[in-house]
């Protein structure tokens, strides 16, 4: 909810209620305001709803044992599920969205982009090409041009470098590529 007074404070809609039916100012600045100036602001509602989707969808991938009998696949589903929306939660209190690195879509060997990601950053850093991504087990890449971080995808494992800073140690190595994401951009952005 935002009114437009020249603060142009947000407030959460039963705060702003219940404040109004009190008091007809706002509630930071104190200028004077009517209830027909205000109007929901639902892009925090659907932005939490698709991160809520997308957690759900990551840990549908993540479960590749099958559980022994129907009970269980539904009791691991649950606290997966609950997991990771905690942990979506405590996130997206402690960290907002903008904070996060923006990696490009990932690309495979099978893409036709691939081929020019993969000269973009030879062309940036020829030892970081050379020592951690002309591989042959490379299976995807995924590159944050205005970080100037790679994500190279071998064994399973996701690593993370800094292009421009030519062979030297991994920013980090993740299974899931959101769990890197997330944790370097809590290091770069804190």
């Not at 009190?22 to 100036?37: A, G, I, Q, T």
């Not at 698709?50 to 022994?68: C, S, T, V």
């Not at 769990?179 to 804190?190: A, T």
Request: hydrophobic letters at 30%; glycine letters at 4%; one cysteine or more.
């Amino acid at each position: 909810m935002r009114h437009n007074v020249q603060c142009n404070a947000s407030f959460h809609l039963q705060c702003i209620e219940t404040w109004l039916e009190n008091n007809l100012s706002c509630p930071f600045c104190r200028v004077e305001v009517s209830r027909d100036n205000f109007f929901v602001d639902n892009n925090l509602r659907e932005g939490l709803e698709e991160l809520q989707q997308k957690a759900l969808e990551w840990a549908q991938q993540r479960e590749n044992i099958a559980p022994q009998n129907p009970q269980q696949a539904s009791d691991e589903n649950c606290d997966t599920t609950n997991r990771e929306k905690q942990s979506l939660e405590s996130t997206h209190t402690k960290m907002p969205a903008k904070q996060l690195l923006q990696f490009e879509a990932g690309v495979t060997p099978k893409d036709k982009k691939f081929s020019k990601e993969m000269e973009a950053i030879k062309k940036a850093d020829l030892r970081l090409f050379q020592q951690h991504v002309n591989k042959d087990n490379v299976k995807e890449i995924r590159i944050d041009h205005i970080h100037h971080i790679v994500a190279v995808k071998k064994s399973g494992d996701y690593h993370f470098y800094q292009i421009g800073n030519g062979s030297g140690p991994s920013l980090g190595r993740f299974k899931h590529f959101h769990s890197g994401v997330e944790d370097i951009s809590r290091r770069i952005f804190s």
